[in-house]
């Protein structure tokens, strides 16, 4: 047996295990077990043992899961690898409460996920950090990282916090956050005073997709270490080849019949001899070539660590490809993002009761001018236009392009005091400056047809009217203190914590945000925990200047959440959690359907049709059931269950519609508590099985239930006989909801391929039975298509977000790892 001593900054003195437990006579003598294994690796795996049963994103501080007084989930590196992750999106999929309306990007913005029923343009409201420091796109609060922009290679453990947390970490902290931590350097030495190490990974597969990732380590025998990691993904996509596409929204569409100019108008457009409509290219632009490097620099207390990535990608499916050339290969359809951060951290230990952290960073996020694409029925090119029948000269594509660069300084300084062998206190303060370019067409940014520069803010032809501007840049300041104070009580079996926070920020004023959590091992094989927070979501300038949905008049919206948690360990490999939330939401942000209150005029473009506006007080509530059990040391599995719905009863009646969209039925609803876009249920379960020290087997199901569409999605409603502007497409029979899916996953790994320590293949199988689906529309699917025979004849029809995203089929992809 061995034991600790308690180590308040939690440097990891991994030489006192070599020292003395590896390699003292005490373990040859006695034939310690340990003693003839790779002393390395034990003790690699001691401390990797150690570390999984602590957290540091609840509580900016280590301590124990079942302590942290917060709902957490932890994902490790050994789970990263034996899945097969290669995203945080594929993560995700398996994690309780996390929704995807599209797996992968679609849009300028990153993929649709939902948690606990909340979701944005963009996901604003999910906290993603890298080792603490923010990642979300500083202009528009945009989720970053969750694709193929990013690498997991050099991952040690995702900590996943559901519930509000910005009672210490401020504003997008609203649904929950999640904090990647990478390894450590030193960590990866624990025998050798210097020495290299790298783990180099090469995939192929569907789509002719290739992917490149490696980590590599260098220690010195002065103790300085140096990491570095990084990713090169690159794919032309399947281009929506063979996806689900039950409405034709993107195939077998046409060019429309006229289309406006800047130069003359409206004016008929090129058709083929005959007089017939020239149709558009089938599928969508998904390919995409992604960079990204990731290094870290330790010397005792002083860490310096920098990013650095660039994403190009084709826009997908996020809009309908018969008012977009979204696939046509001479026209643009991208989005190219770029962004780096770096910062330098110190932690001093003033005595072993008080201790410090300090960081300071700065990071860029920006939209690059190539982001933009060509409509079918406005700017267009057409070669041979005329008018009363007089030839005029031809007309160019003009595209709509995207500029705008974000940059962020600040500090952070938190301190820690353990008053008493029971009580601990923290404090800290954080302050930020913000310099936002504007990327929406009221505050400039966007141009037509003329490429933006990147050095500067002038736009020199402004989207739509071609003239000179210049994009509106704006400055913003935050300061923020909080507090936590955590109180042990009856020994350790209890503890209180309770914290607050206050923001001031130049754009929305102050802001005051609270913490409570109540955490108890009242018996040997049961804790609790009871937790209460608040948070708050400023409106981001997308939301307030976007030209189609834009509203300056928006409130910050507000959150509080009260949840119960439940772990039961009845056998030593056997535990059950349950657990229980209910969030009240104030001046909720959401688009939703133009009231017609005279505030906002709908335009002729369909501006205003629908846009974001503040909600009356939402209350969500969920549950879930999580079971985890290694029933042997080779053969593990897990199981949840969630469900997560309205409190308030906004769907009454059931209606049925038969093929030609036409009412059947009205039933009464006695559930009725779905919320928007949401799949209310949704189970996961995996089996995790090592046979014979070779073959690593994983495979992972995804049961996914309906989700209700929203009343904009005309697509999945009855049709509507009110809409009398062109005869639309629907669901073969409409009822408001799309119906769910499962998917099953596989991954094969191979250990010590050819008995070569550190050579791994890995076949991923997804989507084992290559089951064709589509996620919901993001936010209000309002595109209504025309029905085939009046497609080409509406210049601009109805909306312009897809009422479903398609979603790949069946993809096998072979990797292939080796570490040394």
Do not use: C
Not at 126 to 137: R, T
Not at 789 to 794: A, D, L, M
Request: aromatic letters at 14%; hydrophobic letters at 30%; glycine letters at 8%.
């Amino acid at each position: 047996a061995f034991s600790i001593i308690s180590n308040p900054t939690k440097v990891e003195i991994r030489e006192n295990f070599y020292d003395n437990l590896l390699s003292l006579n005490i373990g040859k003598e006695n034939e310690f077990p340990i003693s003839s294994e790779d002393k390395q690796e034990k003790s690699k795996e001691i401390f990797s043992l150690l570390a999984r049963d602590e957290v540091i994103t609840a509580s900016r501080k280590a301590q124990k899961i079942t302590e942290a007084p917060s709902k957490i989930f932890v994902i490790n590196s050994d789970t990263i690898k034996d899945r097969g992750y290669r995203t945080l999106t594929e993560a995700l999929q398996d994690v309780p409460f996390f929704d995807f309306n599209s797996f992968y990007d679609s849009g300028e913005y990153p993929t649709d996920f939902l948690l606990r029923g909340i979701s944005d343009v963009g996901q604003t409201q999910v906290l993603i950090m890298e080792d603490g420091i923010i990642q979300n796109d500083i202009g528009n609060g945009w989720s970053r990282h969750v694709q193929f922009d990013y690498t997991l290679i050099d991952v040690e453990r995702i900590e996943i916090i559901l519930g509000p947390g910005s009672a210490l970490y401020g504003s997008n902290a609203y649904a929950g956050l999640i904090n990647i931590i990478t390894k450590k350097a030193s960590n990866e030495f624990t025998e050798k005073k210097s020495g290299f190490k790298t783990d180099t990974r090469i995939s192929y597969g569907y789509a002719d997709t290739k992917m490149g990732e490696t980590f590599s380590s260098y220690k010195f025998e002065n103790g300085l270490t140096f990491q570095i990691a990084g990713r090169y993904y690159s794919t032309p996509g399947d281009r929506g080849k063979n996806r689900h596409d039950p409405g034709n929204y993107f195939n077998n569409n046409y060019e429309p019949d006229y289309v406006t100019t800047t130069e003359y108008g409206k004016i008929a457009n090129d058709k083929y001899p005959g007089n017939i409509s020239k149709p558009l290219v089938n599928g969508y632009n998904n390919s995409a070539k992604n960079a990204f490097i990731r290094g870290k620099a330790t010397y005792e207390n002083f860490t310096f660590g920098f990013n650095y990535w660039e994403l190009r990608e084709g826009l997908s499916n996020y809009v309908p490809s018969y008012e977009y050339f979204s696939n046509t290969p001479d026209k643009p359809f991208y989005k190219d993002h770029r962004g780096h951060y770096s910062y330098i951290s110190y932690n001093f230990n003033f005595n072993n009761k008080i201790s410090s952290v300090t960081k300071l960073y700065t990071r860029e996020t920006a939209i690059l001018p190539d982001t933009g694409f060509v409509y079918t029925y406005r700017y267009q090119g057409v070669d041979f236009p005329s008018s009363n029948g007089v030839p005029l000269s031809p007309v160019i594509d003009k595209a709509k392009q995207y500029n705008g660069k974000s940059n962020l300084s600040g500090i952070q300084q938190q301190l820690n005091f353990k008053l008493t062998n029971s009580n601990e206190l923290l404090t800290g303060f954080q302050l930020d400056r913000s310099t936002i370019q504007s990327i929406s067409d009221s505050g400039g940014g966007v141009s037509l047809g003329r490429r933006q520069s990147t050095d500067s803010n002038i736009v020199l032809s402004r989207w739509n009217d071609e003239t000179t501007t210049n994009a509106q840049v704006y400055y913003t300041t935050l300061a923020a203190f909080y507090l936590q104070d955590e109180q042990k009580l009856f020994g350790d079996k209890y503890s209180l914590t309770v914290g607050v926070r206050r923001d001031q920020d130049s754009n929305f004023g102050k802001v005051w945000t609270t913490r409570a959590g109540f955490v108890g091992n009242p018996f040997d094989k049961i804790n609790f925990k009871l937790l209460y927070g608040t948070a708050f979501k400023a409106p981001t300038l997308f939301q307030l200047y976007d030209e189609f949905r834009g509203n300056r008049f928006l409130k910050p919206q507000r959150i509080q959440t009260s949840e119960a948690e439940v772990s039961f360990t009845p056998l030593k490999k056997l535990k059950i959690n349950t657990g229980y939330f209910f969030s009240m939401l104030t001046n909720l942000i959401a688009e939703a359907p133009n009231p017609n209150d005279g505030r906002f005029i709908v335009g002729s473009a369909g501006q205003y049709a629908s846009y974001f506006q503040n909600f009356k007080p939402t209350h969500i509530y969920g549950y879930s059931l999580q079971v985890d059990y290694s029933l042997l040391n080779e053969l593990s599995l897990y199981a949840n269950y969630t469900f997560t719905g309205d409190r308030d009863s906004k769907t009454p009646f059931i209606i049925q519609a038969d093929t030609n969209g036409m009412i059947t039925s009205i039933e009464e609803n006695k559930d009725g508590h779905e919320i928007d876009n949401i799949a209310a249920k949704k189970f996961n379960i995996g089996v995790n099985y090592l046979l014979k020290n070779k073959l690593n087997i994983n495979l992972r199901m995804n049961w996914v239930g309906k989700r209700k569409a929203p009343s904009s999605n005309y697509y999945y409603q009855p049709y509507d006989y009110g809409f009398t502007t062109y005869p639309y497409v629907t669901e073969g029979k409409p009822d408001g909801y799309l119906s769910g899916y499962t998917l099953l996953n596989l991954v094969l790994t191979w250990k010590r391929l050819f008995d070569i320590a550190g050579l791994e293949p890995q076949l991923l199988v997804l989507n084992i039975f290559d089951r064709k689906y589509v996620g919901m529309g993001r936010q209000s699917g309002n595109a209504v298509r025309p029905i085939d025979s009046h497609q080409p004849y509406i210049q601009n029809p109805s909306g312009f977000v897809s009422p479903y995203h398609p979603q790949p089929g069946r993809q096998i992809f072979l990797q292939i790892s080796y570490r040394y």
